[in-house]
């Protein structure tokens, strides 16, 4: 798959796309690919829920494009990536935390993160491919917490996983750089997708556009968004500046066809965390 790039910042404020519902997801690690972004869509286009969320209602035909988990990309051949803003990370992402109770190679239950289904299939593949673990899954509710699972292992993504966990565990895996150093790729969590009959290549401009603007803005965009997260302004600005990486090149498009591959060969539970042995 091919796009056009659209690169550097522009002075002129692009038109409005009036008709384009545009579903994004609504962590920290989102803010630069959406700076911005609202002012060319029309009032309320602009959805921000978690990415889970947002394949369902891409695939219900709710949304046009919606930035959602690279695994409901494998799923449907209709869906096209429209644009090269990305959420990936080439080393440790902070973000997407696996905590053990229990040895690696130990672990019989497992308890995934409603929030995105990426983060759980990479989860996993790894606990497959390295120790040759095919868990229980279990469900963890958005707003529950390490302390409501019993569960050998937890899956945490998003703002919450920033956060120091409360309880001492055997192993704790940041998924990023166990990904990148036992592959020596990137890995790619998520991308702005849309169906192949609702193609909008002015929208895919404006989404590189917001993508670098918000790299521009990084500090005021960690400024603004740290303290209702409870986390140090420092601490939001060292992630979006080192942690994560936003753009495709042909390391993230390796990455993700090696995901792929993985994903294929899962064994057990079917990829939707809402159906579980």
Not at 6 to 33: H, I
Request: aromatic content about 8%; glycine content about 8%.
């Amino acid at each position: 798959m091919d796009w056009d790039v659209t690169t550097g910042e522009t002075g002129e404020t692009s038109p409005p796309v009036s008709d384009a519902r545009v579903g994004a997801v609504s962590y920290l690690n989102t803010k630069p690919l959406i700076e911005g972004l609202e002012k060319n869509l029309a009032a309320d286009h602009l959805v921000l829920k978690v990415p889970s969320r947002l394949a369902d209602e891409l695939s219900q035909g709710l949304l046009d494009v919606a930035l959602i988990p690279s695994v409901e990309y494998f799923g449907d051949p209709d869906y096209e990536i429209i644009s090269d803003a990305c959420i990936a990370t080439r080393g440790p992402v902070l973000s997407v935390k696996l905590y053990s109770r229990v040895p690696l190679g130990d672990i019989r239950s497992l308890a995934l993160d409603e929030g995105s289904r990426t983060s759980a299939a990479l989860t996993r593949v790894m606990l497959q491919e390295r120790y040759g673990v095919i868990p229980e899954l279990r469900p963890l509710p958005l707003k529950s917490s390490l302390a409501d699972t019993d569960a050998d292992a937890v899956l945490l993504i998003g703002d919450r996983a920033i956060h120091p966990p409360q309880e001492e565990f055997v192993a704790t895996w940041d998924l990023g750089e166990e990904w990148v150093t036992w592959t020596g790729l990137p890995f790619v969590f998520a991308m702005w997708v849309t169906r192949k009959s609702a193609v909008n290549p002015q929208l895919a401009d404006l989404l590189e556009e917001a993508r670098d603007r918000g790299l521009a803005r990084l500090p005021e965009i960690a400024a603004r968004e740290a303290g209702p997260l409870g986390i140090s302004v420092e601490t939001a600005h060292d992630y979006l500046r080192d942690n994560l990486h936003f753009q495709f090149g042909s390391a993230e498009w390796q990455g993700l066809r090696l995901f792929r591959e993985l994903v294929d060969g899962l064994e057990g539970a079917p990829l939707n965390p809402n159906t579980f042995n």
